[in-house]
């Protein structure tokens, strides 16, 4: 299976996935502190992350926290938002 790559140059991190995992998976790996009270759940708002490059499509639950421009702009709930390639936060 291909591994994705994901960068978060902010923190100077780089870690590797599978597809389907969630950004929130990855920013804990890379030992990056993110809010998320509500588990994961989508619930909350806390754990929003801008996706710079890469496709990450936006969650249903998405709408409920961004508006179309955010979303536009690349805003996600980490918790939520699953990998499909290589990709910088």
Not at 2 to 26: D, H, L, M, R
Not at 61 to 73: L, N, V
């Amino acid at each position: 299976m291909k591994e994705i790559k994901v960068g978060f140059p902010q923190y100077k991190q780089i870690v590797y996935a599978i597809p389907g995992t969630s950004v929130f998976e990855c920013v804990m790996r890379a030992d990056i502190a993110l809010r998320a009270p509500c588990a994961g759940q989508g619930t909350c708002g806390k754990c929003v992350v801008k996706i710079v490059s890469g496709n990450v499509p936006p969650s249903s639950k998405c709408g409920a926290f961004f508006s179309p421009s955010e979303i536009e702009q690349g805003f996600r709930l980490a918790c939520c938002a699953k990998l499909t390639e290589d990709t910088v936060i």
